[in-house]
């Protein structure tokens, strides 16, 4: 496709915008590290959970996600739905209060007011490591890798050209701008995006002549094979997503999830926490978060499933099926509406990249250059040296881009590794018994228990033993073998070593007021305070009914996509009703949640007179 003025211009303007979003807010930003990393702590919820949406939605969910709907069809909602849906809502009601409340500088200080000295450090370091150098540049590495498989095909743009064009700007941007301008600029991103998605979304219904014309181009090329692909819910038997991987894929990214906010297999929730205003505005930001994130992937899932009519190809064994947006966005993009698809992959870039690179050598500094080499220089000092941890991280990044072909291969390699510590993430919050030893073990023991039940039998394979391909299972069996086996592993561990240190404990719950299971501390609350697993119940409930009105919102519009009128309208009524029972509950959760804290405080303060 030809550039023409037009597009030129629209981009040249987006370009100048985000540099002058940036330059705008530097002066801000370098005053402190709160400033520069945090916001200053003052950014509206809603507004962190757009942000935490264009950090999650980028190019690779373009690439990612639109080629799994190609192989797939409709029921490919359930793939983001089971990963995030239920998370996402078990994060915001269940512990986005409580991270907030502690008021850190990044989540990973937890750690050393959790645990006792050796078993913080050891953590706080290796979730450090895996965070800035190994999760960071993986993340931004397929994030690039994405937005050259959109304008490689769309715009006839090498890898090289493809990160001359994105990389300057990106590293020029987050330098000047810190997290104050990341996510202002997010949030005109996502605009832009929104506005580059629906507008190619209109265009493939009107491709085929309206939604019953596709849905009928559908049944004509593919036959039988047609009525999976207008499905909403995954076939038992499907070779890519059988219902068991969306099972497997809901549980094991749910459970345990919330209960460590710097995740290898997620992005930067504990920035987005830490830098709101209030407590309650973390769940706020969790709620925008899931619509906005869901919707944007929807729109991009939906047209790819369409454009398997035009290159049934790419449903074979074996096609890179991650060129299909890219190839939708060159046969129907007319004049100028190509600019603004740039400017909407450019800004889906440069947000992930920007929120990458920023938290990464947030973390960088923090927990591993000022904890461990350099703890008492100017704020200055460690402002310069996250620019130069941003510059490691994105040249880790660059390295990624040349050798990965395959996006989603990356993404469930990353969440299976994760997946394997993420119920000792709840026990460290609700298990007082839950010590140094079993949270070192699930972390370490966690990603051997991984390499032996994923890694190993793969290795077998290579080397040619004759029984090896019967140990290699589905990526969603192994992901809930791994979870399984890891906490075997640990409860043992924590039962067969003694107690963290008393006083340690007491710290904690008096500056946390944690839920679940810490009875030796009970006497510290105020009488007739609920206890033990009540409230966690009733959160888990209040999660599940958020999650519901969600999906349904997605269900039905799903519906609508592929003509089905009727159904997607009641649909998305019964979503409209079941969100509006959740934030009701949600809100009346969040007042007992402050109420309580408030009492414990109170009473502690009593005692100590």
């Not at 690779?60 to 490919?76: C, E, S």
């Not at 345990?256 to 930001?285: F, H, K, N, V, W």
């Not at 969790?286 to 939906?302: G, R």
């Amino acid at each position: 496709m030809n550039w023409h003025q037009l597009d030129i211009l629209i981009v040249a303007a987006y370009i100048l915008l985000m540099l002058g979003i940036g330059f705008w807010h530097r002066r801000f930003a370098n005053k402190s590290m709160d400033n520069f990393f945090l916001g200053g702590r003052k950014i509206p919820g809603w507004l962190n959970g757009v942000s935490y949406t264009s950090a999650l939605v980028s190019p690779d969910a373009a690439t990612g996600y639109g080629g799994l709907a190609v192989a797939t069809g409709g029921f490919i909602c359930w793939w983001y739905l089971s990963r995030f849906g239920l998370a996402l809502f078990l994060g915001g009601v269940l512990f986005a209060v409580f991270w907030r409340r502690l008021n850190l500088f990044t989540t990973l200080e937890f750690y050393d007011l959790r645990f006792p000295k050796r078993a913080a450090a050891a953590m706080r370091l290796w979730i450090a490591i895996r965070t800035s150098l190994i999760a960071m540049p993986a993340w931004t590495g397929i994030t690039l890798l994405a937005a050259y498989k959109i304008m490689g095909p769309a715009f006839d743009l090498t890898k090289l050209q493809t990160l001359y064009l994105v990389v300057p700007i990106s590293l020029l941007f987050v330098f000047s701008s810190g997290y104050k301008g990341v996510v202002v600029s997010n949030f005109i991103q996502m605009i832009i995006f929104l506005a580059g998605t629906l507008m190619l979304a209109y265009l493939t219904l009107d491709h085929f002549g309206g939604a019953a014309a596709m849905v009928e181009a559908i049944g004509n090329k593919f036959g039988p094979t047609g009525k999976e692909i207008l499905g909403s819910v995954p076939p038992e038997d499907h070779a890519i997503f059988p219902l068991a991987a969306a099972f497997g894929w809901l549980l094991g990214q749910s459970i345990g999830y919330g209960g460590d906010a710097a995740p290898m297999g997620g992005a930067m929730e504990g920035q987005r926490i830490l830098s709101t205003r209030t407590p309650a505005e973390a769940l706020t930001m969790y709620v925008v978060a899931a619509i906005s994130m869901f919707l944007l992937l929807l729109l991009v899932t939906l047209p790819s499933i369409s454009a398997a009519v035009i290159w049934p190809e790419l449903r074979e064994t074996g096609a890179d099926r991650e060129l299909v947006y890219g190839r939708l966005m060159k046969l129907l993009l007319p004049t100028g509406a190509m600019g603004l698809m740039v400017a909407a992959m450019l800004a889906a870039t440069m947000s992930t990249v920007g929120d990458n690179l920023n938290f990464g050598s947030q973390v960088l500094v923090s927990d591993i250059y000022r904890r461990w080499f350099v703890p008492k220089a100017k704020e200055a000092h460690y402002m310069l040296m996250g620019k130069i941890g941003m510059v490691v991280i994105l040249a880790l990044s660059v390295a990624v881009v040349f050798n990965v072909l395959i996006i989603t291969d990356v993404a469930i390699f990353m969440l299976s590794l994760s997946a394997a510590e993420l119920p000792a993430n709840w026990a460290q919050w609700w298990w007082w018994r839950f010590n140094g030893p079993a949270r070192v073990a699930a972390s370490f023991g966690g990603a051997g228990v991984f390499c032996l039940v994923v890694v190993g039998p793969k290795l077998l394979a290579y080397f040619g033993v004759p029984w090896a391909d019967s140990l290699i299972i589905a990526w969603y069996w192994q992901t809930l073998l791994v979870m399984g086996l890891t906490t075997v592993l640990w409860v043992t561990v924590a039962l067969l070593t003694k107690p963290d240190p008393e006083e340690l404990l007491q710290s904690f719950y008096l500056r946390a007021h944690p839920l679940g299971c810490w009875t030796p501390f009970k006497h510290l609350d105020k009488p007739g305070t609920e206890g033990e697993f009540k409230p966690v119940f009733q959160g888990i409930f209040i999660a599940i009914i958020g999650t519901g009105s969600v999906s349904f919102f997605i269900l039905g519009l799903t519906h609508v996509w592929f003509a089905k009128y009727l159904s997607g309208a009641l649909t998305i009524g019964a979503s409209v009703i079941a969100f509006i029972v959740f934030w009701q509950l949600a809100k009346r959760y969040l007042a007992f949640l402050a109420t309580r804290a408030a009492d414990n405080t109170i009473t502690y303060k009593n005692s100590a007179t």
